[in-house]
């Protein structure tokens, strides 16, 4: 057998291949080259000030397919130069050496610019990506965090990616517009359009084919706006250079549409999370070719054409698999049955040799239809069903899926490795295919405060030293929400790099001096504890916890069968004490906003899980009889909800802003209250008659006071009701489901409210967990 290449020479193959299908190895001199100079520029003056753009650029094209994006920094006399082979390289590199030298940070919570009028002498090398690509952005973060997004936001996030290297975002924005008129020449009727498009935030899970029609309809100003606001997104990201990664028909058909087309080959899937089912064309039909080569040209009309196109036809929805002679159409509409593995994602029992040659014919339509419509385009799909449902993708299912597809034609995104790290193993790296490894982190936009500091550096370490990740082309963070957990983004990003520090701890000690304008040993110790204490978890197991979503049990809905509620991730004795002396050290950094920021996000973590504690007693307290015990938790949880509450008004997003975003989105009345619906009822109820309520439920000022507390207020109300004698939960549960409801419909005006001097609240905070 062939000896597998070395891990140089399988990332020197991953390069030429980006570059092939990508980035030419070298760019013409001239106007091309003063265009992304520009662009660099006016991403740093954006960030920093007039005086970045005294930073001297310069654009030096790389000389071969196999070299690396790289820049370099030198500064002398004052200035400060940055030289590098593309836009995103220069603006990455001047932002490295800000935040090295303190003067910078751009994050989500806000930006800390302080250049100095002249740079200290430095002289470093090159500093080089390992990776061909480095990829952001999940198709539920335009869901969970971008449904309200107006253009000044977008530019703003297009900047944090440029600062921080990416060149390779997913821009999943206005593509309703396409699919509008795609549907309305397919024959459907406005009223039929209405039916089918899910409300704003709900658009990614409609565009994956998990739901059809929840919150409709999506009102065409919504459409169009989106369509203003892709074109604005995407000539910026042309103009730095970056490829963006573009929408493309995966199979799923409105149910207008099968109705019209009973002679068609399509399928009725499952119903996800208790929604009802949606529907599937056989990409052998001949409706898939024409709808996916009409989709693609209307998208280039629309926004340009692309280079790579996603398309995931079975994000936790398992491919349907009958006899190749079955009638299809038995399978749409008679009982389910004949489509087992769709209708079902119970382990099923399938011929392993069907199974093989109906996956492979699957993947080679796909991708057939992309090629026939634009030859030189790459297919992208994200890994994640291979890791959701192992049962059904072991590695002969994958490898099948894949076979037939050229090795130079499919980009997989191997986005969950926090959670399931083995996938890429288990796909044999995915056959030699072009694949981008990368974490979620953030589930449904929740915001508890973890991550794993060590592990990336550890993980990232180790992949780019195995030969056995063959194609291994980039690295992404895929959050499927934003704004929380600024520093594990900073830190991934800096490994993308290669430009993690020699040591956590002086790493630590340049962010904080970046963030909050100095360090002293004692913030750096402090810092260094936190880090241990909740910075050291790779996946927060409690926000899925017996198929109950909620990040902490506070925020689950009740229950009662709660005294094996496990542990929380992290060390709770480190954090706390990391909290105490951050606050202790902060009249020192009270004027530094990012500092109170970071200050509150940790003081509210320690409190939630206390919380979460007073619950467990309050509950045990009262199924035994001690009515007493009860009650004092439940004052507790009150106390320390409300405090909460009262302090997180402090932090960028609050229920508020989430809600009064939506409604600014609305042109007209009915616009501005349907917004505001879906708005409130993603971060609660989400929807369905599945698991998802509180998938999404986030630590904002308005939750804590006026849904989570009031929810467990009613449940504990009853739980003491019945003392020792039966409880009858599901009639309880059923009247909070109905409560949460009319929470959802009630016209609340929500304001946020900022505690007068934080750091105070703050330790008046750890005082009540003394008490408690």
Request: hydrophobic share 45%.
């Amino acid at each position: 057998m062939p000896s597998r290449p070395s891990r140089r020479q399988a990332l020197r193959q991953a390069l030429a291949t980006a570059a092939a299908v990508s980035i030419p190895a070298s760019a013409s001199a001239g106007p091309a080259q003063a265009e992304a100079v520009k662009a660099a520029r006016a991403v740093l003056v954006r960030r920093f000030g007039d005086r970045a753009g005294r930073i001297d650029l310069t654009l030096v094209p790389r000389a071969t397919a196999t070299e690396g994006s790289w820049y370099a920094v030198e500064s002398r006399g004052g200035r400060l130069a940055v030289s590098g082979d593309t836009a995103i390289a220069l603006t990455r590199g001047v932002y490295a050496h800000l935040r090295s030298i303190g003067a910078a940070l751009v994050s989500w919570e806000g930006d800390r610019a302080a250049l100095p009028d002249r740079f200290p002498d430095a002289k470093g090398g090159k500093v080089a990506t390992p990776f061909a690509h480095r990829a952001y952005l999940n198709t539920c973060t335009y869901g969970y965090t971008t449904p309200w997004w107006d253009w000044p936001r977008w530019s703003r996030e297009i900047d944090w990616m440029a600062v921080h290297g990416v060149d390779m975002p997913l821009a999943m924005e206005g593509q309703e517009h396409v699919w509008r008129d795609l549907w309305r020449e397919a024959g459907l009727s406005e009223p039929e359009l209405a039916d089918y498009f899910s409300g704003p935030a709900f658009t990614p899970w409609q565009r994956m084919g998990n739901i059809e029609g929840y919150r409709a309809p999506l009102p065409p100003a919504w459409i169009d706006k989106k369509k203003v606001l892709q074109r604005q997104i995407l000539a910026r990201m042309r103009e730095l250079g970056m490829t963006p990664i573009l929408p493309a028909f995966g199979g799923y058909v409105p149910k207008a549409f099968a109705l019209k087309h009973p002679e068609a080959r399509i399928y009725r899937m499952r119903a996800w999370e208790g929604f009802h089912e949606t529907y599937w064309l056989d990409p052998a039909d001949p409706l898939f070719a024409k709808l996916a080569a009409r989709f693609m040209a209307l998208y280039a009309e629309t926004y340009g054409a692309g280079t790579y196109y996603l398309a995931d036809s079975f994000n936790e929805m398992l491919p349907p698999i009958a006899d190749d002679g079955a009638d299809a159409r038995a399978a749409t509409y008679g009982d389910g049955k004949a489509n087992t593995a769709a209708a079902t994602k119970d382990k099923v029992e399938i011929d392993p040799a069907l199974k093989a040659r109906r996956l492979a014919a699957y993947g080679k339509a796909i991708y057939d239809t992309i090629r026939q419509a634009q030859p030189d385009a790459v297919w992208v799909m994200q890994g994640w069903l291979f890791g959701a449902d192992q049962h059904f993708w072991d590695p002969a299912a994958i490898a099948a899926y894949l076979s037939q597809v050229p090795d130079d034609r499919l980009m997989i995104l191997d986005i969950g490795n926090d959670r399931y790290p083995d996938t890429w193993r288990n796909a044999q790296a995915f056959g030699g295919k072009p694949w981008i490894y990368g974490y979620v982190h953030n589930y449904g936009g929740s915001n508890p405060v973890y991550g794993d500091l060590d592990y990336y550096r550890r993980d990232l370490a180790a992949l780019t030293a195995n030969p056995e990740t063959r194609r291994l082309a980039g690295f992404g963070m895929f959050p499927e929400g934003l704004h929380s957990n600024s520093i594990v983004y900073e830190a991934a990003y800096d490994l993308a790099w290669n430009a993690g520090e020699a040591s956590q701890a002086a790493w630590l000690s340049t962010y904080a001096r970046s963030r909050y304008g100095r360090t002293t040993p004692a913030l750096d110790a402090a810092l260094g504890q936190l880090v241990e204490a909740a910075y050291s978890t790779r996946y927060w197991s409690p926000r899925w916890w017996k198929s109950k979503a909620g990040a902490y049990l506070f925020f689950k809905r009740p229950t009662a069968a709660i005294q094996d509620f496990p542990p929380h991730p992290g060390d709770r004795t480190k954090l706390a004490a990391a909290v105490r002396e951050l606050t202790r050290l902060a009249p020192g950094f009270a004027d530094q906003p990012l500092f109170i920021i970071d200050l509150v996000d940790a003081a509210r973590h320690l409190a939630s899980e206390d919380i979460d504690l007073q619950l467990q007693a309050a509950v045990l307290a009262y199924r035994r009889g001690d009515l007493a015990s009860g009650d004092a938790a439940r004052r507790k949880i009150e106390d320390l909800a409300l405090a909460v509450d009262g302090l997180l008004g402090v932090q960028p997003e609050t229920l508020a802003t989430w809600i009064d975003a939506a409604r600014a989105y609305g042109d007209t009345p009915a616009d501005a209250r349907a917004y505001v619906l879906n708005a409130k009822a993603q971060v609660t109820i989400w929807g369905g008659e599945g698991n998802l309520n509180d998938y999404a439920s986030k630590a904002w000022q308005g939750l804590y006071a006026d849904f989570y507390l009031p929810r467990w207020s009613l449940f504990l109300d009853a739980l003491r009701a019945a003392g020792t004698g039966p409880f009858d939960e599901p009639a309880v549960v059923r009247g909070l489901v109905a409560w949460e409801h009319a929470w959802v419909d009630r016209d609340t005006v929500y304001r946020r409210r900022r505690p007068a001097d934080p750091v105070a609240a703050t330790a008046a905070l750890l005082a009540r967990l003394d008490r408690a």
